[in-house]
């Protein structure tokens, strides 16, 4: 099915990106509003998407010379971050970009929070098929930053692998050590949740949808309407959570 999607650009003065002493680069951000479906266990459920995509374009606009999830450079600029639209629309992206796709339950994103990379920092991971468990992925894959384990590990035949400043792997071993890896709280498809082995939907509260609405220009009415046209849709095939 097609799902709503509403989208509104917004452009800002420009900026001096490459310090060259002149302001001749213009700047903008692509805001979408999507109403989508997830299936769960084979029931379909309609969900608002939120996302937003900067862009800085060369000196004669004909291609980007950042784009993307640049928001928190973009936000260094005072003609952009003082404006009122980049504002809310900033603010809005920290808490829901792409929150249809969301790699953890709520207990581990919110543990996330107080996770912080260390650059210079040895994981060490191998592959055991045999051994399952709680803190190990759906491919066996054993995560470690104690290198006594991993010797042990290796001396028991495995192959043992390195990496330095790996943000997954030392994230993995952060939430194992908290018991949150496996969120045994948060049951997913009649199982305890594993990080990052499905996308999850954080839902955007009605406070928040009533911002991106104002911010798009759209009415309740017009999110209302999306959402009994795919259920329309929906009802066609299978019932809507």
């Not at 310090?19 to 680069?25: K, L, P, S």
């Not at 213009?26 to 900067?54: H, I």
């Not at 543990?111 to 191998?126: G, M, N, Q």
């Amino acid at each position: 099915m097609t799902n709503k999607t509403f989208r509104k650009v917004f452009t800002f003065a420009k900026v001096d990106y490459n310090h060259i002493g002149r302001r001749v680069n213009a700047a903008s951000l692509e805001v979408e509003y999507r109403l989508k479906t997830k299936y769960l266990n084979g029931v379909p459920s309609l969900f608002w998407e939120y996302s937003a995509c900067g862009a800085i374009w060369n000196h004669i606009h004909t291609d980007h010379i950042s784009g993307g999830q640049n928001l928190e450079s973009m936000a260094k600029f005072d003609a952009i971050r003082n404006d009122k639209n980049f504002s809310e629309a900033f603010s809005l992206w920290k808490a829901y970009h792409l929150n249809g796709m969301t790699a953890g339950s709520p207990a581990q994103e919110a543990a996330k929070k107080d996770f912080i990379l260390d650059r210079e920092k040895i994981t060490w991971y191998w592959y055991d098929d045999n051994d399952i468990t709680d803190n190990t992925d759906k491919f066996g894959r054993h995560m470690t930053d104690d290198e006594s384990e991993a010797k042990a590990a290796q001396a028991a035949g495995q192959y043992v692998k390195a990496e330095k400043g790996d943000y997954n792997d030392q994230l993995a071993v952060f939430l194992a050590r908290r018991g949150l890896y496996t969120d045994k709280g948060y049951i997913y498809e009649g199982k305890p949740y594993k990080y990052a082995h499905a996308w999850l939907i954080t839902e955007i509260p009605e406070s928040d949808k009533a911002r991106i609405r104002a911010l798009l220009g759209i009415t309740k009415a017009d999110e209302e309407n999306a959402e009994a046209e795919a259920r329309r849709e929906l009802e066609t095939t299978k019932g809507v959570a």
